[in-house]
């Protein structure tokens, strides 16, 4: 398995501290051996120094024993060189070869089966420097140096005229190699200080990279741990515990995001608060929309009763007409035939009260015959008619005789104030009362009894395009409606009272109905204390903006969509 793949399967801190304790323990491993290779190369040419500057003294000092051979004060001269501990052996000898003297626990060149490296020149002693092992192994280091003799002549010649100018000039010296010295220097000593040079080195490196690793442990530990404390809270947060909370101690990027993760933490709580609650309501919500449902399915059911109430009425009031008709007619034809036959004399008693009761028949037949009238005017109102100049007090008069007998059932009082100078408009009378009864039944409904209902009509400035327009107020002293439903009160199937007591479409066809006569209607309402409806009507008949239709009226987009 690769370095990759372990580090791939362990966790961040180990990512972490492996390699770079890796790249610690290379760093310090190069840094070591660099520093014990310079330390021992430094010995080395502290020693080659050492034995050159022996060396260069020895050879001074023998000039004069290896002239005249005097082993003996060689041999004095080498034996201060005892108190060398490297020196494992010096020998001096003359230029034939022949040793003069020598030292080094009876080390011999000889025996010593030297195998020589390269040898050097050192430019600054002249001495001859090699490396060597012996046939043990052991390494030495090996310098040659010549002892040199110093040979001065006198001129005759010169003597006597220069010698008292220049003494350079009277003496010539000559040097000549009479001898040389060989002194071998024994490098364990250097290999015990580099070896022990060595461990000291190795073992500060192990202590710094120790030191560094345990280090590099903690900070690793601080950078982790925030990260290990975010992984455990998502591991929770995965499982479905959403109350954790990322403990925020820094304000780094880690503690940027251990904030984030807190806001998503609380997004989704709420989330799936929501959800929860809308889980808890949702068999609630069901019910209330199959509620919903039902009434509307109840209100269109309703509609379609209060449509074949409309043509049965309609039916009805046509058969009712013609015997209505015909009472009328008789009633009339016996009054003037009792008028007639009476000439002037004075009626009896009882001839009067004969004229008192066909009078009576004849103004209720009338009576009839207009309830009657109006009944089929209003049930043909949801026709598409031609329109007409209509005067509209005639629509609120008779308006009034179809839905008195109502009102004062329900103990309310109907109060005109009509204009009589205003214009007439046009329009068609049938619809204009479908409106108006809708307007004043709905007020009869919000409305307690022993309070009144009015309705006003008046003329009002000209307006845009038009000569002038009409308005119709009808105000009552009921509940109002609320605020939050004045908007809607327009809609198709929009209605506040019980099942079974309205449609919802009164309004809705009434706004289309006064939208096709180019006019609008407008509602100003007081909780608890009234209502006002005021519908505006144009002098002249503005052009249809629309081709949308209900009950065969053309309707505005608007009310379409509703």
């Known amino acids: 398995m690769s370095l990759g793949s372990i580090l791939h399967l362990n966790s961040l801190r180990v990512k972490f501290v492996v390699p770079l304790s890796l790249l610690i323990m290379a760093s310090v491993f190069v840094l070591s051996t660099y520093l014990i290779r310079r330390q021992a190369d430094g010995f080395v040419r502290e020693l080659e120094t050492s034995g050159q500057t022996m060396i ?26 005892s ?15 022949k040793i003069l003297a020598e030292t080094g626990h009876t080390f011999k060149v000889s025996d010593a089966e030297i195998r020589s490296t390269e040898p050097s020149v050192d430019s600054a002693s002249g001495a001859i420097i090699s490396h060597v092992k012996d046939s043990v192994g052991d390494e030495f280091i090996r310098l040659e140096y010549p002892v040199i003799s110093r040979i001065e002549t006198l001129d005759r010649e010169k003597l006597g005229i220069t010698g008292e100018i220049d003494s350079t000039l009277s003496r010539q010296s000559v040097t000549e190699e009479i001898g ?33 690793i345990v280090v590099l442990a903690v900070f690793v530990r601080v950078v982790t741990n925030p990260v290990r404390h975010l992984v455990d809270v998502t591991d929770k947060v995965s499982q479905g515990d959403l109350s954790q909370q990322v403990k925020i101690t820094q304000t780094d990027e880690i503690g940027h995001l251990g904030e984030t993760f807190n806001k998503m933490i609380d997004s989704l709580r709420d989330s799936r608060d929501k959800i929860e609650e ?18 509307a399915q109840s209100q269109l059911i309703q509609s379609e009763k209060m449509s074949a109430i409309g043509q049965l009425a309609a039916g009805v009031a046509h058969e009712l007409n013609n015997p209505l008709g015909g009472i009328l007619g008789y009633a009339q034809f016996a009054l003037e035939k009792i008028r007639k036959h009476l000439g002037d004399q004075a009626p009896s008693k009882e001839m009067e009260s004969y004229i008192r009761y066909l009078t009576d028949i004849e103004t209720q037949a009338r009576r009839c015959k207009n309830i009657v009238q109006n009944l089929l005017r209003f049930s043909r109102a949801s026709k598409t008619a031609d329109f007409e100049p209509v005067e509209l007090n005639r629509v609120v008069d008779d308006t009034r005789i179809f839905i008195e007998h109502q009102l004062s059932m329900h103990q309310i009082d109907l109060e005109l104030s009509l204009d009589s100078s205003i214009p007439a408009i046009q329009g068609n009378a049938g619809q204009l009362q479908q409106v108006l009864t809708n ?8 409305s307690n009894p022993g309070t ?22 009808v105000v009552d002293q009921g509940s109002g409606i609320p605020t939050e439903h004045l908007k809607k009160i327009f809609e198709p199937f929009f209605t506040t009272k019980e099942v079974g007591k309205g449609t919802g479409l009164g ?3 009434s706004y289309g109905i006064i939208k096709e006569h180019g006019g609008e209607i407008k509602v100003d309402s007081i909780p608890g204390k009234g209502t006002t409806f005021t519908i505006i009507l144009p002098v002249q008949k503005a052009a249809a903006d629309s081709d949308t239709t209900i009950t065969g009226i053309r309707r505005p987009e608007s009310v379409a969509k509703s």
């Open 56 to 81: 260069r003294l020895v050879a001074t000092h023998a000039e004069s024993g290896v002239l005249f051979e005097s082993s003996y004060e060689l041999q004095i001269l080498l034996q201060e060189l």
């Open 83 to 97: 108190m060398f501990h490297e020196l494992r052996y010096a020998g001096i000898s003359n230029i034939e070869g």
């Open 180 to 212: 040389k010295v060989v002194l071998i220097l024994s490098l364990t000593g250097v290999d015990q200080s580099i070896e022990s040079a060595r461990t000291a080195t190795l073992i500060l490196a192990a202590l710094v990279l120790l030191i560094a």
């Open 278 to 295: 809308y889980n808890r309501t949702l068999e609630m919500r069901i019910a209330d929309r199959t509620t919903e449902l039902r009434e």
């Open 439 to 446: 307007l004043i039944i709905n007020a009869m409904h919000a």
């Open 452 to 473: 009144s209902i009015k309705v006003f009509t008046r003329q009002s400035r000209a307006l845009g395009e038009f000569g002038g327009t009409v308005e119709m107020l």
């Open 507 to 509: 309004l809705s066809v």
